[in-house]
């Protein structure tokens, strides 16, 4: 599966973004899709998680209830809607798929085979 993500941008503290992640080439209905970020000289962190079902959300401390995490299988698309955006959630961000990570592994990255290339969000006054 090939994934694009995208929306990114340059916003205020407080503000709202919402990123996308288009998958193509298989069924995405299958696949957990998660979204990494990522700052310079730091290692890839995971910021949340969404199950094929969608029932089924994980996310990192530094962002539940202000980030949520969401999907349409239909359209083949991730979202992520980040909600409150502060300076310190500037980074790249990544969306990644797996279609076997079991849900203890699923904050860690080496669990997906499917990468996007990032989208930059840099949140400044």
């Known amino acids: 599966v090939q994934l694009q993500a995208c929306g990114g941008g340059l916003v205020q503290p407080g503000d709202s973004l919402r990123l996308s992640c288009a998958a193509s080439?298989?069924?995405?209905?299958?696949?957990?899709v998660a979204w990494f970020r990522q700052t310079p000289g730091k290692e890839r962190e995971f910021v949340a998680a969404i199950k094929w079902n969608s029932r089924n959300t994980v996310y990192a401390g530094s962002v539940k209830g202000r980030f949520t995490i969401s999907r349409d299988n239909v359209k083949n698309t991730g979202y992520l809607q980040m909600n409150t955006l502060k300076p310190e959630d500037t980074a790249v961000y990544y969306c990644?798929?797996?279609?076997?990570?079991?849900?203890?592994?699923?904050?860690?990255?080496?669990?997906?085979?499917?990468w996007g290339r990032g989208t930059e969000v840099t949140v400044s006054s």
């Open positions: 080439g298989r069924t995405f209905s299958g696949y957990t």
């Open positions: 990644a798929a797996s279609s076997t990570i079991i849900q203890s592994n699923i904050p860690n990255r080496d669990g997906y085979g499917y």
